[in-house]
């Protein structure tokens, strides 16, 4: 399946944030993702339902774009996700600390702490194919990213973005 997305009417286009590197946020375990291949997200994250088949996807990282394709198919299944909390106030706004203990500090309430909350959450989970047409594309810095979402002040790892001027940000011939 070829990635070219030009006059498509009814498709969308998403930017799938990939976490790299050690994360200090840890509400969560993280996901599966296998970048040219496919990506992994649950029902709990924003923007969930979105996605569909044949949308356009952006791959990006904290480092800016890493590639683009269409999304060949989605498998969703059943599933339990393993959650981190605050032993305070419940929020998942935990942070890790490398060099400070206790390791673990709340953003909402200030807590400090060793020992987070653990939680099992009942998730779909979903996981988008697209290596088909998968195109390498390093050219997009992350804040050239966050400006092509509809909703600019977006901090969520699924984003929906504005079509016309992905088209052109991107300006690849196969785009």
């Not at 375990?29 to 029902?43: E, H, K, T």
Request: proline content about 5%; charged content about 30%; overall charge positive.
């Amino acid at each position: 399946m070829d990635a070219s997305v030009s006059g498509d009417a009814g498709v969308r286009a998403w930017a799938f944030r990939l976490a790299t590197g050690p994360r200090r946020n840890i509400s969560h375990d993280g996901y599966a993702d296998d970048a040219p291949r496919s990506y992994q997200w649950d029902s709990k994250v924003a923007n969930s339902d979105g996605p569909s088949v044949g949308d356009v996807i952006v791959l990006w990282s904290e480092h800016g774009s890493l590639g683009y394709s269409r999304i060949d198919t989605i498998d969703r299944d059943n599933g339990t996700k393993t959650g981190y909390r605050c032993p305070n106030c419940h929020r998942a706004k935990i942070f890790y600390r490398a060099s400070k203990r206790p390791v673990y500090r709340c953003q909402d309430c200030k807590r400090e702490f060793n020992d987070p909350e653990v939680i099992a959450q009942e998730v779909t989970i979903y996981r988008a194919h697209y290596g088909k047409g998968w195109t390498a594309l390093s050219s997009l810095a992350p804040d050239q990213v966050r400006r092509l979402a509809l909703e600019r002040k977006s901090i969520n790892s699924i984003r929906e973005l504005d079509m016309t001027a992905l088209r052109a940000a991107v300006r690849h011939p196969r785009f």
